[in-house]
């Protein structure tokens, strides 16, 4: 039980991006990482597990799950920017000239 509570621990610390080796690399370079890391892992377990046919199925899977969190993280990263507030409205309803 203990081992794996020092695994899991491991890694949540391999993969904290305040942590790991990547923490200063740019965004663009961690995507790149990413994606060439989770190809290496799918060809790794698909020669364990000897399913060679599925490899680049899992190579693409991995690639759009990926794709779809760093593009989350885009968004959530652009929308913590301090935007400008919008302008007064202009319009002025006259409801004695309506109808």
Known sequence: M???IKLSKFGYGL?????NALKSAPLEFKY???ILLAAMWCVGFGIYT???LFIGY???GHFVL???VFLTYGVFKYQKKPTSPSPPNKVKWDL????
Do not use: M
Request: net charge negative.
């Open 32 to 34: 790149t990482l990413s």
């Open 15 to 19: 993969l904290d991006s305040t942590k």
């Open 66 to 68: 990926i794709t779809c």
């Open 50 to 52: 000897y399913e060679l």
């Open 96 to 99: 004695s000239r309506e109808g």
């Open 2 to 4: 203990i081992g794996w």
């Open 58 to 60: 899992n190579i693409i």
